[in-house]
Nanobody
């Protein structure tokens, strides 16, 4: 069974940066597509980004494109989400998830149903 643990969240001022990490145990992330999601209070979970472990291809939704960067470190079984130019509307709990059926991000990479295992989340708060 795959276990995912996110870390790196915290309080940051608007315009600041944070780097989230997603560490896996029980399996290697190098075999799966990995996605990042977030959920703000009272809102639905929102897909943000996906990285294909097969070739490192990365995908982003428009709301974070150009500000967030997803990357993988297979040696450490870790996927990162570098978040720059953060805005108050980025405030949410951030989750990583694995798609155990494919090493490639699907066309629906931003949909929760594409993923099988989830971490517990890490809180990101953007406020002055």
């Amino acid at each position: 069974q795959v276990k995912l643990v996110e870390s790196g969240g915290g309080l940051v001022q608007p315009g600041g940066s944070l780097k989230l990490s997603c560490v896996a145990s029980g399996s290697t992330l190098a075999s799966y597509a990995i996605g990042w999601f977030r959920q703000a209070p009272g809102k639905e979970r929102e897909g943000l980004s996906c990285i294909s472990s097969s070739d490192g291809s990365a995908y982003y939704v428009d709301s974070v494109k150009g500000r967030f960067t997803i990357s993988g470190d297979n040696d450490k079984n870790t996927v990162h989400l570098q978040m720059n130019r953060l805005k108050p509307e980025d405030t949410a709990v951030y989750y990583c998830a694995t798609d155990l059926w494919s090493a490639y991000c699907s066309d629906n990479y931003f949909q929760s149903y594409e993923y099988d295992y989830w971490g517990q989340g890490t809180q990101v708060t953007v406020s002055s």
